[in-house]
């Protein structure tokens, strides 16, 4: 088994990227459409930016849209407990579609990634379980982070593709994406090439990454990258931000903040998702206990507000 790609597998890679569907070519990030002219970002409240509140997952489908986002992302650990305590997911399905609201994510943590074959193979009966949980409530996708694998030994790229192969393999049967997400303090897939290698490596149509700002600077991928893909490669993207205080190597999920109140290249980021994905879904995912006050409707139209707001910024004459 390969343990690392080498030079010569990555350029390969490189050459086939825009064959494969993610990378952009500078021609179609030339004519991308105007914010003006263009569906637009749609704006998704991701559950964990709540989590403090301790509130109910129907409570907290009402604050999105009473807040006014288009979608939500909530973690699947929630939809379990719910379904576990006499709630039907289908008719969640028809409150979130009556209240105007998509799914366009899901959080879940199974490890189909790790070495252990058992463990393994326990992951992927957890992600066949979650992956159905989303799909009953209308979901489109499923986060596939590095769970179980952040510590320890480096696991080859070419081998993560294969598992990643095997679990989109299992979200065609349960009509859910699993997107492949990159943590930057795991010790594997931790940056966004490495997550790029891996959704081409796949060579499967609906392979994905799913990328986060805090994560792109805790890594170090850096965030011109991004403009490397493609609308079919990004789809749902993690939206925080990160203060100048503590460095890189202490800060922490708690310290995430809201979009344009910290000093990502915030405008530099959207433009570079708008060229790439016009309609690109903004997941408000943040895990800062000072926004845990007032009241949830109060932090989810703060966040929402900042999320517009840093947008406009973006896109200003």
Not at 22 to 41: Q, R, T
Not at 64 to 85: F, M, R
Not at 242 to 249: L, V
Request: proline residues 6%.
């Amino acid at each position: 088994m390969q343990t690392k790609p080498s030079r010569r597998d990555f350029l390969a890679a490189g050459g086939t990227l825009a064959g494969a569907g993610v990378c952009g070519s500078m021609l179609d990030v030339a004519s991308a459409a105007s914010p003006e002219s263009s569906p637009g970002f749609r704006y998704c409240l991701n559950f964990a930016t709540l989590q403090g509140y301790k509130s109910g997952l129907v409570e907290m489908v009402e604050v999105a849209a009473q807040a006014g986002y288009h979608a939500i992302e909530p973690w699947v650990s929630g939809l379990h407990a719910y379904a576990d305590h006499a709630g039907s997911l289908p008719d969640l399905r028809r409150r979130i579609a009556d209240l105007g609201l998509t799914v366009e994510s899901a959080i879940a943590f199974p490890q189909w990634i790790v070495d252990d074959p058992r463990q393994r193979a326990i992951g992927m009966e957890q992600a066949k379980r979650d992956m159905d949980a989303v799909a009953r409530i209308g979901g489109k996708h499923i986060a596939a982070p590095p769970a179980g694998a952040n510590n320890g030994a480096e696991i080859g790229l070419l081998e993560i593709a294969h598992r990643y192969r095997a679990l989109l393999e299992l979200g065609d049967q349960m009509g859910v994406v699993p997107e492949l997400e990159f943590w930057g303090n795991s010790a594997n897939v931790r940056q966004l090439a490495q997550a790029a290698f891996v959704a081409v490596e796949v060579d499967h149509p609906k392979a994905c990454v799913l990328a986060d700002v805090f994560h792109l600077y805790k890594g170090q991928s850096g965030f011109l990258g991004l403009r490397l893909l493609s609308s079919q490669a990004v789809q749902v993207v993690h939206m925080n931000d990160y203060p100048a205080s503590p460095p890189r190597e202490t800060i922490t999920d708690r310290d995430r903040v809201y979009p344009g109140d910290g000093v990502a290249p915030m405008k530099q980021i959207l433009r570079d998702l708008h060229r790439i994905n016009p309609s690109t879904v903004l997941s408000l995912e943040l895990f800062n206990p000072a926004y845990w006050r007032g009241n949830p409707l109060e932090t989810a139209r703060t966040g929402l507000s900042k999320m517009q707001q840093a947008v406009r910024s973006a896109f200003a004459a």
